[in-house]
């Protein structure tokens, strides 16, 4: 059983949150907060585990980090415990990619009273706030990075950010937004992540993601 009073003293937040869009935007910045983006163990050839219990285990008790699939199996089951309707989505990370890129990303898809919303707490390189699944939808993230939901006729929902380049990863240059995740100057959506916008057009980052069920989450989680 999730051990949520943990986690929640783990992501330093006093009670649950409410089961709706401002909760469910607390909880992310919480996480955001408190637990790093780490690949330590990537870099050292160490196994990996992205079960429920072994990610609790690390990021929790031993108050490591973790990656994007460590960190949202995290908050995928935080989710669960308070209550929210969600599931995983994988996501294709497009911060200076020159063909479409895999799916090497993870993200959550949570239903609240009739709607859809994106919720990642696992992006390294940036935050995106959570954003309903509507089409031209917006939010600022606190760096001051504009996001965008849009539709791609080809790789479907983008997440375009348009932002400094020196918030992302490192992976994007110069002025505006670049293709990438849920981080800082791109955008990105599924979803995939990007947007089009009036006068220059903004470098992107983007994220495509395709629904998956918690089963293929975890074989999906264990691919490089």
Request: aromatic share 8%; glycine share 10%.
């Amino acid at each position: 059983m999730f051990d949520l009073d943990s986690y929640l003293a783990r992501i330093a937040l006093p009670s649950r949150v409410t089961v709706d869009a401002e909760g469910l935007g607390r909880l992310q910045w919480a996480h955001r907060q408190a637990i790093p983006f780490e690949n330590i163990d990537v870099r050292l050839g160490r196994a990996i585990a992205i079960d429920s219990a072994g990610v609790f285990a690390k990021l929790v008790t031993a108050k490591r980090g973790g990656y994007c699939f460590e960190q949202n199996r995290l908050f995928l089951d935080a989710l669960a415990a308070h209550g929210f309707h969600a599931r995983p989505l994988l996501a294709r990370v497009w911060l200076a990619a020159t063909d479409v890129p895999p799916t090497t990303h993870t993200l959550s898809l949570v239903h609240i009273e009739g709607q859809d919303w994106i919720a990642d707490a696992g992006f390294g390189g940036s935050y995106l706030p959570s954003m309903p699944l509507v089409e031209g939808a917006e939010a600022t993230a606190p760096d001051g990075a504009l996001f965008r939901l849009d539709r791609d006729p080809q790789h479907g929902w983008m997440v375009l950010r348009n932002g400094h380049p020196g918030l992302t990863d490192g992976r994007a240059t110069g002025e505006g937004g670049s293709p990438s995740t849920a981080s800082p100057p791109t955008m990105c959506g599924t979803p995939t992540w990007r947007w089009p916008i009036t006068g220059p057009r903004p470098r992107r980052r983007a994220v495509s993601v395709r629904r998956r069920s918690s089963a293929s989450f975890c074989r999906a989680a264990s691919r490089p």
